[in-house]
């Protein structure tokens, strides 16, 4: 069975630019839920999206958006590029919504450096 | 305010030794409670959960944690380590409410020494 899967793996924005991200989710996996990893900030939730819907969104300005399609494949966006935006955005999937304590499962990450 | 700790940044033990990991929470209800490890360049990986029953946990690569409800903790184990096992390990929590999803601890870095 796959894990999950994310792509790009690594890339470089400048800044002002816009960015899009993607993530496959485990096969049956209803649940994905994004992650920014940074040195300073350590792993901050983004937001999660279950059944199309987003559940519910962390403490990140609106240049951070996310939408999940009918296959539960999902995509984050980050527009208007800023260099504290470098970082590993981690996507996780997992069968339930974050609050029914499903078990969640990692990618490996994107790595975006914003110059 | 509601948080999860991880109060030691970095630990450094010999090849052999135990060690522990500690992780604490702050929230009025209990949680369900996660160990993840993250190698470098790499993903997390679940290492154990707790969500009810026993408070000891038995988790994969040896780990073991447990939830102690009157100190609101969740330490996380290992009798013999292993090279390997250096990584970063991060403590996590789910939350049965609809605002606040999944919380991490600022993670502890393991260094081992041969």
């Known amino acids: 069975k796959a894990g999950v899967t994310q792509t790009p793996r690594y890339l470089i924005k400048t800044r002002g630019q816009q960015v899009t991200l993607s993530c496959s989710p485990i096969s049956g996996h209803r649940s994905v839920s994004w992650y920014q990893q940074t040195p300073g900030q350590g792993l901050q939730f983004l937001f999660e999206?279950?059944?199309?819907?987003?559940?519910n969104k962390g403490n990140f300005p609106g240049r951070f958006s996310g939408r999940q399609f009918s296959n539960s494949r999902s995509e984050m966006n980050v527009s208007t590029l800023e260099l504290g935006d470098s970082a590993l955005y981690l996507c996780a999937s997992s069968l339930g919504p974050l609050s029914s304590g499903n078990t969640i499962y990692f990618g490996e990450g994107s790595w975006l450096t914003v110059v | 305010a509601q948080s999860v700790t991880q109060p030691d940044i970095h630990i450094t033990v010999s090849e052999g030794a135990s060690l522990e990991l500690r992780c604490n929470y702050s929230y009025g209800a209990t949680p369900y409670l996660f160990w993840y490890v993250q190698s470098p360049g790499q993903g997390l990986q679940l290492l154990l959960k707790y969500f009810s029953g026993d408070t000891l946990v038995q988790g994969i690569k040896g780990f073991e944690a447990e939830f102690k409800r009157s100190q609101s903790s969740f330490n996380l184990r290992k009798p013999s380590v292993h090279w390997s096992d250096a990584a970063e390990y991060f403590c996590?929590?789910?939350?049965?409410?609809?605002?606040?999803?999944?919380?991490f601890g600022p993670g502890t870095r393991l260094s081992v020494l041969p």
């Open positions: 999206y279950f059944s199309e819907t987003q559940r």
């Open positions: 996590a929590v789910a939350l049965d409410n609809y605002g606040q999803n999944f919380v």
